[in-house]
């Protein structure tokens, strides 16, 4: 584990180093991991377990990946929020001397959160942080554990943290734009929410029926076929403003209920997502903003573990994850992501730096 740490340490280390980003395999002793970090990485260090990563070699599965940012017109400040019970007097905290960092300075800003996968705190903690910083662009991803569901960690001077986020300011003069990509299309097939349970993420009645009766019989199949495969292929999407968010199943409840990988309320229409070409769409999203703001020094990303399992199933895995590589993504597979003021699923949000 250590010579891991040090091998990427000897990769990423560069004269100047403003953070490191790192994105590592629940599978190692995490205490030796912080250590580990502590010791080799230099600058601010962020990171989180995961359920992948993404490096210069596309999707990787397991062991440890990073980068390093090393640049005069970079400023990288984290904040460690624990534990998310207490985050509303924390997100006060943080926000107040947040604003009075960007008062004193006329770079651009924004934000990356890392928070536990498993925390089910995700809206209320990026809605916060978004609705206090006004302006301040976030994109963030929540920490896995190669699907395992059972404990997810964040990184913070020295050591791994459950049931916390770590927020980082990044103030900078390079160019940079903050981008939510789906490769899903809504459909005219469209649903009501008419029982749930937003706090434990559990739709009980869709359109009046049974949730799992009901979105097996739009997406034209049994209940009793209902698996990871026809949910990620056949996500619910919710329409906020002028664009369209995705929203993923879990899995089927033994009592006809559906487990969201969001927050559902009673009374949201819904509809049915459609997938197009994922390798077309990111080439294209992926080209328009190159465009806009230059070639990519780095992207840091956060990619949803279904949108590679979905990859995984019809093979443009490896395509998609040597896009991803030679437009120099870094960042992991998630269990959900954050785009400014929203928690999404089946996503991959990010930030394109240039310069």
Same mark, same amino acid.
């Given at each position: 584990?250590?010579?891991?740490?040090?091998?990427?340490?000897?990769?990423?280390?560069?004269?100047?180093?403003?953070?490191?980003?790192?994105?590592?395999?629940?599978?190692?002793?995490?205490?030796?991991?912080?250590?580990?970090?502590?010791?080799?990485?230099?600058?601010?260090?962020? #990171?989180?377990?995961?359920?992948?990563?993404?490096?210069?070699?596309?999707?990787?599965?397991?062991?440890?990946?990073?980068?390093?940012?090393?640049?005069?017109?970079?400023?990288?400040?984290?904040?460690?929020?624990?534990?998310?019970?207490?985050?509303?007097?924390?997100?006060?905290?943080?926000?107040?001397?947040?604003? #009075?960092?960007?008062?004193?300075?006329?770079?651009?800003?924004?934000?990356?959160?890392?928070?536990?996968?498993?925390?089910?705190?995700?809206?209320?903690?990026?809605?916060?942080?978004?609705?206090?910083?006004?302006?301040?662009?976030?994109?963030?991803?929540?920490?896995?554990?190669?699907?395992?569901?059972?404990?997810?960690?964040?990184?913070?001077?020295?050591?791994?943290?459950?049931?916390?986020?770590?927020?980082?300011?990044?103030?900078?003069?390079?160019?940079?734009?903050?981008?939510?990509?789906?490769?899903?299309?809504?459909?005219?097939?469209?649903?009501?929410?008419?029982?749930?349970?937003?706090?434990?993420?559990?739709?009980?009645?869709?359109?009046?029926?049974?949730?799992?009766?009901?979105?097996?019989?739009?997406?034209?199949?049994?209940?009793?076929?209902?698996?990871?495969?026809?949910?990620?292929?056949?996500?619910?999407? &919710?329409?906020?403003?002028?664009?369209?968010?995705?929203?993923?199943?879990?899995?089927?409840?033994?009592?006809?209920?559906?487990?969201?990988?969001?927050?559902?309320?009673?009374?949201?229409?819904?509809?049915?997502?459609?997938?197009?070409?994922?390798?077309?769409?990111?080439?294209?999203?992926?080209?328009?903003?190159?465009?806009?703001?230059?070639?990519?020094?780095?992207?840091?990303?956060?990619?949803?573990? &279904?949108?590679? &399992?979905?990859?995984?199933?019809?093979?443009?895995?490896?395509?998609?994850?040597?896009?991803?590589?030679?437009?120099?993504?870094?960042?992991?597979?998630?269990?959900?992501?954050?785009?400014?003021?929203?928690?999404?699923?089946?996503?991959?949000?990010?930030?394109?730096?240039?310069?």
């Amino acid at each position: 584990m250590y010579d891991a740490v040090r091998d990427l340490a000897d990769q990423i280390r560069q004269p100047n180093t403003r953070v490191s980003l790192v994105f590592f395999s629940d599978e190692y002793d995490l205490r030796e991991l912080g250590r580990a970090l502590q010791a080799h990485l230099t600058g601010p260090v962020i #990171g989180c377990t995961t359920a992948g990563q993404l490096s210069q070699t596309g999707f990787q599965r397991g062991g440890i990946a990073g980068a390093s940012l090393a640049s005069d017109e970079l400023t990288v400040v984290p904040y460690l929020i624990h534990p998310l019970a207490a985050q509303t007097d924390q997100v006060g905290r943080i926000t107040a001397e947040i604003q #009075g960092l960007l008062s004193d300075d006329e770079r651009s800003a924004f934000g990356l959160l890392l928070i536990d996968g498993l925390s089910m705190q995700e809206e209320s903690l990026i809605s916060s942080l978004y609705m206090s910083l006004g302006a301040v662009p976030i994109i963030g991803g929540s920490a896995g554990d190669s699907l395992k569901f059972k404990q997810t960690f964040v990184y913070y001077d020295g050591k791994l943290f459950q049931d916390a986020a770590v927020f980082s300011l990044f103030l900078t003069t390079l160019p940079f734009q903050a981008f939510k990509h789906q490769h899903f299309h809504p459909t005219a097939t469209r649903l009501v929410v008419t029982a749930a349970d937003p706090a434990r993420r559990l739709v009980m009645e869709i359109n009046g029926e049974p949730a799992a009766n009901a979105y097996a019989e739009l997406v034209g199949t049994n209940v009793d076929k209902l698996d990871s495969s026809v949910f990620s292929s056949n996500p619910l999407m &919710l329409r906020i403003g002028d664009d369209y968010y995705v929203r993923s199943v879990s899995h089927a409840e033994p009592d006809g209920s559906l487990k969201f990988f969001c927050a559902i309320d009673v009374g949201l229409v819904l509809t049915i997502g459609q997938g197009g070409s994922a390798f077309e769409r990111l080439d294209q999203d992926l080209e328009k903003m190159k465009q806009e703001v230059g070639e990519p020094r780095i992207i840091i990303g956060c990619d949803c573990i &279904l949108r590679r &399992l979905e990859m995984e199933q019809h093979g443009s895995d490896g395509s998609i994850g040597q896009l991803m590589a030679r437009n120099k993504v870094v960042g992991f597979s998630t269990y959900g992501e954050q785009f400014n003021s929203v928690h999404v699923n089946q996503t991959f949000t990010g930030i394109i730096i240039a310069g």
